[in-house]
């Protein structure tokens, strides 16, 4: 079975060997660097991950992803590129489930803060498993909007989010673009949105990353 996670994995760090350590990315102010410091802290460093979704914690996790930051950049590429065998987050077998969002997502963090990016053409088996996170993500960011919330990828499926109501919108785009909407990268995706105006206006405002 093809493992898109470590193949998404071994492209982001061949890009971000390419583009070096100071290259924008989409999280912010965050360089290439800082995003490599980000992915290492949250395999090897899981005492120190809190902070990356509790804010009480944040202080230190952003301590802890200074120090690593702080090594030389090609030593961040190499630990990135080969994940330690004793990590969770690491386990072949839960490669899929619990990287292979993180890792499209970061990769096309690099890819979309180049100029002339254009949306890759990945094989229809990669976007199936993409789609499987898209499910998962659908049901979690969006639970909150009173509105009934289609999430149609053509040729791969849907999925009903949205805490109901009258109001309806239909979000479609191939996975990749969907996930990338649902994670908070709505300027960038290229998912189109189709329902009343203001329920739209708030989609794409909406707080969707973590």
């Known amino acids: 079975m093809t493992r898109y996670a470590f193949a998404e994995r071994l492209t982001l760090v061949s890009l971000m060997e390419e583009v070096g350590p100071d290259a924008p990315t989409l999280c912010g102010t965050w360089t290439t660097r800082d995003l490599a410091a980000h992915l290492l802290l949250r395999e090897r460093r899981v005492d120190a991950g809190a902070g990356i979704v509790i804010k009480r914690f944040a202080d230190r996790t952003a301590r802890v992803q200074a120090e ?7 030593q961040l590429l190499r ?13 072949p077998m839960l490669d899929e489930a ?10 096309e963090d690099v890819r979309r ?5 254009e949306p890759r053409d990945l094989p229809s088996t990669h976007q199936r498993a993409l789609f499987t996170q898209v499910r998962r993500r659908s049901r979690l960011v969006l639970r909150k909007f009173k509105a009934v919330i289609h999430v149609e990828a053509p040729g ?9 109501g009258e109001q309806t919108v239909r979000i479609t785009g191939t996975p990749g ?5 649902l994670f908070g990268r709505q300027a960038q995706s290229q998912a189109v949105l189709d329902g009343p105006a203001e329920l739209v206006e708030r989609l794409h405002r909406a707080r ?3």
């Open 68 to 74: 690593i930051a702080g090594k030389p950049y090609g």
């Open 79 to 91: 630990d990135l590129r080969n994940p330690p065998w004793w990590s969770l987050l690491a386990n």
């Open 98 to 107: 619990v990287n292979l969002a993180e890792m499209f997502i970061h990769h």
């Open 113 to 117: 803060a180049r100029p002339g990016w």
């Open 156 to 164: 791969f499926g849907a999925v009903r989010g949205g805490a109901g």
């Open 177 to 181: 673009e969907l996930l990338l909407f």
């Open 208 to 210: 969707l990353g973590i």
